[in-house]
């Protein structure tokens, strides 16, 4: 059993930064893609970054670019998502996934999620 636990969200000023977590539990990271999506209001829910061990490949989609890292700790089994410069567009549930293959930047790829952390960004 895979258990996937995501913290670090809550409400932020624009132009503030998070770290989010991701904690899994029951397989090792370094054998999987890790990746972090993102649902807003009445949106849905899509692609932000993966990383894939052991090369530490990442890949992030185009809005991701320049304001998110996504990185691992292979020895805690935990993928953190560090976002800065934040944007009220940004408001959304993040969940951390877990892929054993496909491609990274489709949900279908990932086969154990875990239930999210909110992220409001507001003045």
């Known amino acids: 059993q895979v258990q996937l636990v995501e913290s670090g969200g809550g409400l932020v000023q624009p132009g503030g930064s998070l770290r989010l977590s991701c904690a899994g539990s029951?397989?090792?990271?370094?054998?999987?893609?890790m990746g972090w999506f993102r649902q807003a209001p009445g949106k849905e829910r899509e692609f932000v970054a993966s990383?894939?061990?052991?090369?530490?490949?990442?890949v992030y989609m185009d809005f991701a670019q320049d304001r998110f890292t996504i990185s691992g700790d292979n020895a805690k089994n935990t993928v953190y998502l560090q976002v800065r410069a934040l944007k009220p567009s940004d408001t959304a549930v993040y969940y951390c996934a877990q892929s054993v293959g496909g491609t990274v930047y489709y949900e279908t790829s990932y086969d154990w999620w875990g239930q999210g952390t909110q992220v409001t960004v507001s003045s």
């Open positions: 990383i894939s061990w052991p090369a530490g490949r990442r």
């Open positions: 029951g397989r090792t990271f370094t054998d999987y893609t």
